[in-house]
């Protein structure tokens, strides 16, 4: 990323929770290697799909379960270690539809396909570089609540 950063060309970096495979791509990385999009640019054309019945089948975990890592979290905002966190839950999903399939026809603004490895979505952005400065934004899902409609904002 120095290298890329200190001459100036765009790249694209993804990162994995316990950071042992960070990837860097170039953003002219051929679309077999990686595809990505973002509202003002993007590595492919995104042809459109042809319309197939699609299946999904969710196996999300327990109530038992998870209300045992809920419990944890209140546990841990009452001892005062954190005042915001993002529990999730691990939800494995049986689809007919590729990887690639999922990508095009995803209406995230901002979203990444790694062949036949993930495919990744977000109406958010995470960091942002414009004119050399870096910006980070909150956690996905939060929003102050001082912005004018935030309710419905958070909720759409």
């Not at 970096?13 to 290697?33: A, G, H, R, W, Y």
């Not at 042809?47 to 999300?60: M, R």
């Not at 993930?118 to 001082?146: H, L, N, R, W, Y």
């Given at each position: 990323?120095?290298?890329?950063?200190?001459?100036?060309?765009?790249?694209v970096?993804?990162?994995?929770?316990?950071?042992?495979?960070?990837?860097?791509?170039?953003?002219?990385?051929?679309?077999?290697?990686l595809?990505?999009?973002?509202?003002?640019?993007?590595?492919?054309?995104t042809?459109?799909?042809?319309?197939?019945?699609?299946?999904?089948?969710?196996?999300?975990v327990?109530?038992?379960?998870?209300?045992?890592?809920?419990?944890?979290?209140?546990?841990?905002?009452?001892?005062?270690?954190?005042?915001?966190?993002?529990?999730?839950?691990?939800?494995?999903?049986?689809?007919?539809?590729?990887?690639?399939?999922?990508?095009?026809?995803?209406?995230?603004?901002?979203?990444?396909?790694?062949?036949n490895?993930?495919?990744?979505?977000?109406?958010?952005?995470?960091?942002?570089?414009?004119?050399?400065?870096?910006?980070?934004?909150?956690?996905?899902?939060?929003?102050?609540?001082?912005?004018e409609?935030?309710?419905?904002?958070?909720?759409?």
């Open positions: 990323m120095n290298r890329l950063g200190s001459r100036g060309e765009p790249f970096f993804l990162l994995d929770f316990l950071m042992e495979k960070p990837l860097i791509f170039s953003v002219d990385t051929p679309p077999e290697k595809q990505w999009q973002t509202p003002k640019k993007c590595s492919i054309q042809s459109a799909i042809k319309h197939k019945l699609t299946h999904w089948k969710t196996f999300p327990s109530f038992t379960e998870y209300k045992k890592g809920f419990d944890l979290v209140q546990q841990h905002i009452r001892s005062g270690d954190t005042y915001l966190l993002n529990f999730t839950q691990p939800t494995p999903v049986k689809t007919n539809l590729s990887l690639e399939e999922i990508f095009q026809i995803s209406r995230a603004p901002y979203k990444i396909l790694l062949p490895k993930f495919v990744c979505f977000s109406p958010e952005p995470f960091v942002k570089i414009e004119d050399g400065q870096i910006s980070s934004f909150p956690m996905k899902g939060t929003i102050d609540a001082g912005t409609n935030a309710e419905e904002l958070i909720l759409s």
